[in-house]
């Protein structure tokens, strides 16, 4: 009976040493468990955060990048009627005195003669006004939309340098969740 009473305290110890040790293998894989599910709600926020950032910035870089596009297509356009508009109505202006319209017999078209020089054109006496004119206004134009497209472009760059301070502060974020989590510094890593 002693012998009996003995292997069997020495088995009850043996599986309350197997007990405590699975159990403390238990609580080391739970504490694992735990501290996983803690950096992953630690990250989870400052990654969607930056997700959304990145996003709502890229939408923002999308949008001016089409106003651009549009702003310069809307200025061709308006050009044209511009230009169209401006010839009209230099060519409903009267004649100077010193010009004369003639209508020329073999082609039928209109020509143009000045009375005191004797020279003739075809080209309506006017169209060098409105030449220069056009220029002058194409230019003052050109240099209006280029300083609009510089501005877009600048404001466009300085969403690109949002993004990469906004990346680089939630880089912080994250990396102080995961130290207070886990208890891993960076800053020492990375200089490694």
Not at 5 to 11: D, L, M, P, V, Y
Not at 51 to 69: G, P, S
Not at 127 to 156: G, P, V, W
Request: contains cysteine; positive net charge; aromatic residues 8%.
């Amino acid at each position: 009976q002693r012998v009996f009473r003995f292997h069997h305290a020495r088995r009850v110890l043996r599986n309350l040493a197997e007990q405590q040790k699975f159990h403390q293998n238990m609580s080391e894989q739970q504490m694992l468990w735990r501290r996983r599910q803690q950096i992953q709600v630690a990250t989870e926020i400052p990654d969607s955060q930056v997700v959304y950032c990145h996003i709502m910035l890229r939408k923002e870089m999308q949008e001016t990048e089409r106003q651009m596009e549009d702003e310069l297509v809307e200025y061709k356009g308006q050009w044209e009627r511009f230009a169209k508009k401006s010839h009209k109505e230099m060519l409903k202006r009267p004649l100077k005195p010193e010009w004369s319209e003639q209508v020329d017999a073999e082609t039928g078209k209109k020509m143009y003669m000045n009375i005191i020089t004797g020279h003739i054109q075809h080209a309506h006496p006017n169209m060098s006004n409105i030449r220069k004119y056009l220029a002058t206004e194409e230019k003052r134009h050109q240099e209006a939309l280029e300083n609009r497209q510089e501005s877009l472009r600048a404001y466009r760059d300085q969403l690109i340098q949002q993004e990469v301070v906004h990346r680089s502060e939630f880089v912080k974020v994250y990396e102080e969740a995961l130290r207070n989590v886990s208890g891993i510094d960076f800053s020492k890593r990375s200089s490694e």
